[in-house]
């Protein structure tokens, strides 16, 4: 089965994440949940990051996703929007977490749209 632009940079995303073996989830609504979450949530050592998966830099997330990531990072999520240019921000996230650096999240998220990080 071939993959999407978009799935190629999913999988290359949890292939960096199983290496530092986190809680790691994939919500899937299947019309029973709520639309617009992250593609993935990572709780890691204390710190919730919320990952939103696109192809390239140049596809922009939904008004819903946009609204739920806001929401998320006022409540001191890391929120990253990763796309295949950018993929190496989770490796440098989570070494530095794994390394001890002090994380803030203004400074760490990663949300080119309607948030000021």
Same mark, same amino acid.
Do not use: C
């Given at each position: 089965?071939?993959?999407?632009?978009?799935?190629?940079?999913?999988? *290359?995303? @949890?292939?960096?994440?199983?290496?530092?073996?986190?809680?790691?989830?994939?919500? =899937?609504?299947?019309? =029973?949940?709520?639309?617009? #979450? =992250?593609? #993935?949530? !990572?709780?890691?050592? @204390?710190? =919730? !990051?919320?990952? &939103?998966?696109? *192809?390239?830099? %140049?596809? %922009?997330?939904?008004? +819903? $996703?946009?609204?739920? *990531?806001?929401?998320?990072?006022?409540?001191? *999520? !890391?929120? +990253? +929007?990763?796309? %295949?240019?950018?993929?190496?921000?989770?490796?440098? +996230?989570? &070494?530095?977490?794994? $390394? #001890?650096? $002090?994380?803030?999240? @203004? %400074? @760490?998220?990663?949300?080119?749209?309607?948030?000021?990080?």
């Amino acid at each position: 089965m071939a993959q999407t632009p978009e799935g190629k940079v999913k999988l *290359a995303g @949890r292939k960096i994440i199983k290496e530092y073996d986190p809680h790691y989830s994939t919500p =899937f609504s299947g019309g =029973f949940g709520s639309s617009g #979450g =992250f593609d #993935g949530t !990572i709780l890691y050592m @204390r710190h =919730f !990051i919320g990952i &939103e998966y696109k *192809a390239t830099s %140049k596809d %922009k997330p939904t008004e +819903l $996703q946009i609204k739920n *990531a806001k929401k998320a990072y006022s409540e001191g *999520a !890391i929120i +990253l +929007l990763i796309h %295949k240019d950018n993929i190496e921000t989770i490796k440098n +996230l989570l &070494e530095d977490i794994k $390394q #001890g650096v $002090q994380i803030d999240h @203004r %400074k @760490r998220s990663v949300w080119p749209y309607g948030i000021d990080v």
